[in-house]
């Protein structure tokens, strides 16, 4: 699309580089890997655009012009109205369209009356294949046929029998008066096509409102103090396109401008130039600004950037065949076209190299399914089996989360340990046994049996205290994929505990460890926070005494602390006089001041090479 659209405007060179640049943008690749809604969306945004340039392009000098404008209208329409049903935000293509049709208007060489008639036609049938596209594939924008969501869109809830429905109705937020009364009137037999739903209007005033700040939700605080435009056209540079392409595209958005502003083509640099400062302007001053909500102007940010290279290129070109230039350095004018090549080559090289480093992030694993593993390999849970030592070591964390014992109370638990999910390939030899964050004190014996047989493989008795106690069975291999009966009795002393670790998590982001391998991680294996509702850190909740209250008990009672990502420290640092006690508890937490050291890291950035 990139390569039709470029070829059409500025020729097939632009088109062809063009198509190369939109290949090895980075953004397009990553968002194609994510699936995100504005992956098809600027595919459809992509084709409207296509369709405008060739309604700009085109010169109507007879009648049968104009059913070629009307074709290419209906195309455009039909695609602005899917890239609008794909996000509500897309909807400036269709004043795009228009302007499209008024360049061909003022291009056409007929009479004014036949001129102005054929855009109008061409404007109803954009308009009609728009909503006919949008109708079809963003259905739960209307009523459609079903009573009960026009019982929702009328606020008629007592007409509804189904509780449920009822309190779905009674809490469905109402639609505009005016747009209301235009519903209400609609004919019965156009309600099921036209009449919008209520609940639809409802998720898209809750949308716009996030979108401008004017509601609070936490994750809408990473947005705060972010300065319009310059955030992001970094973002475009640094990391959507990448430094190479990114320079390169803004300085060819502002050269078409100016070419645009001279008159010279104006109609084939209007649509491009429209596109990319208008759509930018219109997110890039929101209070969200969101890295992928400016793709769908990658595409003739591409087109951008190929067409101020190659005109370099033919600047120089024609600089070298000019007559006058006999005179001067014949070899200079070839170095300057060996310049602008080289500038071509160095565009494309960076933009590649730049989108391979970034798909270098995801040649592993996904970083919290790593740390995940890590702490089901590391962190203790109430008991943990061990062999070997140095390079040989192996540990595997047993799904206990909890063992108390009662003298002369045997427990008795399944053992198993798993290739797949413990990684444990070769038999554990002379296994030790650690009871972890172990509370009273005593003598232990354990014993192991095979399940199948029943008989007993091995036993060993030790004098255990508070921490972590290891008792040593020598003389015995578990083998991995096989079946155990593990036996503990407390032979003296007053009962022991022993427990799992405490993870604290941050609330609202993904906590870890994750559920892989058969293993559920705070199902069998470790414990949240206790000491709050959720489980997890409150960091979003407003800084008070209740939630510094929360806080101590939670650092007290939490052994591993966990930050899964900068959403929480990133955002509240960008309210400091509204967080001031959580970016102070962050500070102390990473400087080590809080009883907590770093023990494992997990990352991947943007890389060439091993």
Request: glycine letters at 8%; aromatic letters at 12%.
């Amino acid at each position: 699309v990139v390569y039709l659209t470029g070829r059409r405007l500025f020729g097939w060179r632009v088109g062809l580089l063009a198509a190369a640049f939109s290949a090895f943008a980075v953004l397009q690749i990553q968002h194609s890997k994510f699936f995100v809604v504005e992956s098809p969306l600027t595919m459809c945004v992509a084709w409207c655009l296509y369709f405008c340039a060739r309604i700009a392009t085109t010169e109507q000098t007879s009648r049968y012009g104009a059913s070629g404008l009307w074709a290419n209208a209906a195309l455009a329409g039909m695609f602005s109205g899917l890239a609008v049903a794909s996000k509500i935000s897309a909807w400036p293509t269709a004043a795009l369209v228009v302007a499209s049709i008024a360049i061909a208007m003022l291009r056409d060489r007929r009479a004014t009356a036949s001129a102005v008639l054929t855009a109008l036609l061409a404007t109803l049938i954009a308009g009609a294949a728009a909503f006919a596209s949008f109708r079809v594939t963003q259905p739960y924008a209307f009523v459609g046929g079903s009573e009960v969501e026009w019982a929702y869109t009328t606020r008629t809830c007592q007409a509804l029998s189904d509780p449920l429905q009822y309190q779905i109705c009674q809490q469905t937020f109402p639609m505009p008066d005016g747009l209301a009364r235009i519903v209400t009137s609609l004919p019965a037999f156009v309600r099921p096509i036209l009449a919008p739903s209520a609940r639809w209007i409802a998720e898209l005033q809750s949308a716009a409102a996030q979108s401008s700040g004017a509601v609070d939700p936490p994750w809408g605080w990473q947005w705060a103090n972010r300065p319009p435009i310059l955030f992001p056209l970094i973002n475009i540079v640094f990391y959507g396109l990448g430094v190479p392409l990114g320079v390169t595209a803004v300085i060819g958005a502002f050269y078409m401008l100016g070419r645009l502003l001279r008159g010279r083509r104006w109609y084939a640099y209007l649509i491009p130039v429209l596109w990319i400062f208008g759509y930018f302007l219109y997110q890039g001053t929101q209070f969200v600004k969101s890295i992928r909500y400016q793709l769908p102007i990658y595409p003739m940010l591409c087109i951008a950037a190929a067409v101020v290279l190659v005109a370099l290129w033919r600047s120089q070109r024609a600089g070298a065949g000019d007559p006058e230039s006999v005179g001067r350095s014949r070899y200079l004018s070839q170095f300057s076209i060996l310049n602008s090549q080289f500038l071509i080559a160095l565009v494309l090289v960076g933009a590649m190299g730049w989108a391979l480093a970034f798909m270098r992030i995801y040649d592993g694993e996904l970083t919290r399914t790593e740390a995940s593993r890590w702490i089901y390999a590391n962190v203790p849970t109430a008991l943990t089996i061990s062999a070997g030592s140095g390079d040989q070591a192996r540990q595997v964390q047993l799904p206990i989360r909890d063992i108390v014992l009662q003298e002369n109370l045997p427990l008795v638990t399944p053992l198993r340990i798993s290739k797949d999910g413990d990684g444990v390939f070769e038999p554990l030899s002379d296994p030790r046994f650690t009871l972890n964050y172990v509370e009273g004190e005593g003598t232990l014996q354990i014993r192991v049996f095979d399940l199948r047989t029943q008989a007993e493989l091995g036993s060993a008795q030790q004098r255990i205290g508070p921490g972590a106690s290891t008792i040593a069975l020598d003389g015995i291999a578990i083998e991995p994929d096989a079946d155990y009966t593990l036996e503990l009795t407390l032979l003296s002393g007053t009962g022991v505990r022993a427990r799992t670790s405490v993870i604290a998590n941050q609330h609202f982001d993904e906590g870890v460890p994750f559920r892989i391998a058969g293993k559920d991680g705070f199902g069998w294996y470790y414990r949240g926070l206790s000491s709050t509702p959720w489980g997890d850190m409150p960091v979003y909740n407003e800084d008070d005494p209740a939630k510094f209250d929360m806080f101590l008990r939670s650092l007290d009672e939490a052994d591993y602390v966990v930050l899964n990502s900068n959403r929480h420290y990133g955002s509240v640092a960008r309210l400091p006089w509204r967080f001031p006690m959580t970016n102070a508890y962050y500070r102390a937490l990473m400087a080590g001041e809080l009883g907590f050291e770093l023990v494992a890291d997990f990352y991947r950035f943007p890389r060439l090479g091993p």
